[in-house]
């Protein structure tokens, strides 16, 4: 069994497409991202990622402020258009080179390097070959995963396979918000299975390359029924399935949650190939969700409504610590023995946060988001959850997909046009609350 770090792990994550930029450097090829975020209409400031906080170039300057932050690991990902710029065939050595990079600079920091395989931005190439709707893409990543782990294998300290296969299947090719744009509802079923089997296939492979521990970043939402009439009881059931069941269960061998999947493109044996043991589960926690019944004609079985009582983020999202603490022991009471020790790979909140005339950037509402959620944590570590570790969403404010540069998320200020790099009152406060805990 790979050791996992021990005591507590603080981290902060980041996403490749979120904060590198400089997407031609080194040979990269195109992503489904600069493809989408081209596309007029889609993103709501008009911009791209194209140059994002331009971490590409500045690592070294973000790796700087994680020391000075004091966390234990960075959980980045990897982007799979710079280690194979077609989607296939031997690695883009320049591409394996920057993340070596940075793994390097974060070791010489004390920084354990968690690296994401996949967060959304697959090569373009493949896309055009039907993305995860094929197959065929789910033979790749594990292909890509040998690669990246064959270099970095013996550095990287935490591999998750994907971040948030749900919002990908949904906004990407159920709802078309996000990349590729596809708008298929329940027909995109098959992107679910397939990315599930590139995270059994990645899982085979990190094992061949690496000792290092080996998880998934899926994200979840407790479904609140809007009553306790029976039509939002089933309507909130089949919400929890789809968000909630069907990225965990057959991970941990029961197989896709009655009722919630298309099973036509399930092949004999993907089931164990999707049940590999894995080390830890990561956990990415926004908010709850509302749920009531469908509207009569509505092609889904249930509908969001917002949930009352509690203030809301910039992103108009509801901040409940409470969700998180309910959250984490549902997911122990579903899971029992075989759920793994916990770390949380994502929590944090946006905010319309400014540099004042003094220089300073002063955010009380993420300071008060940070500690209620880790009260949170406690409470759900003191019920007798194995909770190991908590990475903010994010180090700094970067490009936040369909919203572009409107979000705000990070513990340091990004001003967006000279790219200067101004810490919030979150960031000292997280660096006191991390070195007490010590
Ligand atoms: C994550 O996704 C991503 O991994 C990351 O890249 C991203 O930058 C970050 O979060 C912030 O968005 O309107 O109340 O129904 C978050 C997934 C899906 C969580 C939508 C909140 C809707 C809340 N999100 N969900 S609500």
Redesign the pocket.
């Known amino acids: 069994m790979p050791e996992l770090p021990g005591g507590f792990l603080w981290g902060v994550s980041t996403?490749a497409y979120?904060i590198e930029g400089a997407v031609h450097a080194g040979g990269r090829g195109a992503s489904v991202w600069d493809t989408f975020s081209a596309t007029p209409g889609r993103i709501v400031d008009g911009t791209t990622g194209a140059i994002a906080t331009d971490s590409y170039h500045r690592y070294a300057d973000d790796v700087a402020l994680m020391r000075e932050l004091g966390v234990g690991a960075y959980r980045f990902s990897v982007a799979w258009p710079r280690i194979q710029p077609d989607g296939t065939g031997p690695a883009n050595a320049a591409g394996l080179d920057h993340y070596e990079r940075l793994v390097d600079a974060l070791l010489d920091a004390g920084i354990a390097p968690v690296a994401t395989l996949f967060?959304w931005d697959l090569p373009q190439a493949l896309q055009d070959r039907g993305g995860w709707l094929s197959r065929e893409t789910a033979h790749r990543f594990g292909e890509y995963a040998a690669l990246v782990a064959g270099r970095l294998g013996d550095r990287v300290r935490m591999w998750i396979t994907l971040?948030?296969p749900f919002?990908h299947m949904s906004l990407g090719y159920a709802l078309g918000t996000h990349a590729p744009g596809e708008q298929l509802l329940f027909g995109a079923f098959p992107v679910a299975h397939h990315q599930l089997l590139g995270h059994g296939l990645a899982v085979a492979a990190l094992r061949d390359h690496s000792n290092s521990p080996v998880t998934i970043a899926n994200?979840y939402s407790p479904a609140r029924p809007a009553s306790h009439d029976p039509a939002d009881l089933a309507a909130a059931a089949a919400y929890d399935a789809l968000q909630n069941r069907v990225f965990t269960d057959p991970l941990f061998g029961l197989g896709y949650p009655e009722g919630a999947a298309d099973l036509s493109v399930v092949r004999e044996g993907d089931l164990d190939v999707i049940a590999a043991p894995i080390d830890a589960l990561g956990v990415?926690y926004?908010?709850p969700?509302g749920v009531r019944g469908p509207e009569d004609g509505s092609p889904l079985p249930f509908e969001?409504v917002p949930l009352d009582g509690y203030p809301t983020t910039a992103f108009?999202?509801?901040v409940a610590p409470d969700g998180l603490r309910e959250l984490l022991v549902q997911l122990h009471g579903r899971y029992g023995a075989a759920l793994p020790p916990i770390y949380i790979t994502?929590s944090g909140c946006a905010y319309d946060d400014v540099v004042g005339p003094d220089g300073s950037c002063a955010d009380p509402e993420r300071i008060a988001y940070l500690d209620a959620h880790l009260a949170a944590l406690a409470d759900a570590q003191a019920d007798g959850v194995d909770v190991r570790g908590y990475f903010v969403?994010?180090l700094l404010d970067n490009w936040?997909?369909a919203e572009g540069f409107t979000k705000r998320?990070g513990l340091v200020h990004v001003d967006f046009d000279t790219q200067t790099r101004t810490p919030k009152s979150s960031f000292a406060w997280l660096r006191e609350r991390i070195r007490d805990h010590r």
């Open positions: 996403s979120q967060h971040n948030e919002v994200n990415n926004y908010n969700t969001i108009g999202w509801p994502e969403w994010s936040e997909w998320f």
